[in-house]
């Protein structure tokens, strides 16, 4: 993976060839330095990724890091991960599902909007704040499993989603 992904000092920064087409799989360590980090913008705008695997070493998410990955279908995330920065994954419109793990305290403003195949998220407990947007233009969502009654909503989080979607 590492003559297809760009990784300084522990963070992700891009791919070596921004027109790869496929997967990728984060690894854990690069030269023997963990893998901690994905920079914000690191994959925006490679739109052949088709799915992404990030381990249990990664803890935060740049800000539109995935941002219009538009074949991007699939995403595993690691259980490490505690910050995921705004738009993140906006506009990844063939993304199905996203299962978040507990620890992440907050979902950013506009993280998954524009995702229109984005038909169930899993919300973990502990999820205090959800932001703007957040699911905004999710128009496949059916089914979001669990919101938690401690999590505070920002506005218009759900805006143009599926109508019969259930919670």
Avoid at 134 to 147: G, Q, R, W, Y
Wanted: hydrophobic share 35%; proline share 2%.
């Amino acid at each position: 993976m590492s003559d297809i992904l760009k990784i300084e000092k522990g963070v992700v920064t891009g791919l070596n060839n921004k027109d790869y087409e496929g997967d990728i799989i984060v690894p854990e360590y690069d030269n023997h330095i963990r893998v901690t980090q994905i920079a914000a913008e690191a994959f925006a705008n490679c739109e052949r990724v088709i799915s992404v695997e990030i381990p249990d070493s990664i803890t935060s998410i740049g800000k539109f890091a995935f941002f219009n990955c538009k074949r991007l279908k699939a995403v595993t995330l690691g259980h490490g991960i505690n910050k995921i920065e705004r738009s993140a994954f906006q506009n990844c419109e063939a993304l199905e599902s996203i299962e978040l793990h507990y620890g992440i305290p907050e979902i950013a403003s506009w993280t998954f909007s524009g995702c229109k195949s984005l038909k169930e998220v899993v919300i973990p407990n502990g999820v205090k704040y959800i932001g703007h947007q957040a699911f905004a233009d999710c128009v496949s969502l059916e089914h979001i499993d669990t919101l938690s009654s401690e999590t505070t909503l920002g506005y218009d989080v759900f805006q143009n989603m599926y109508s019969k979607c259930d919670d």
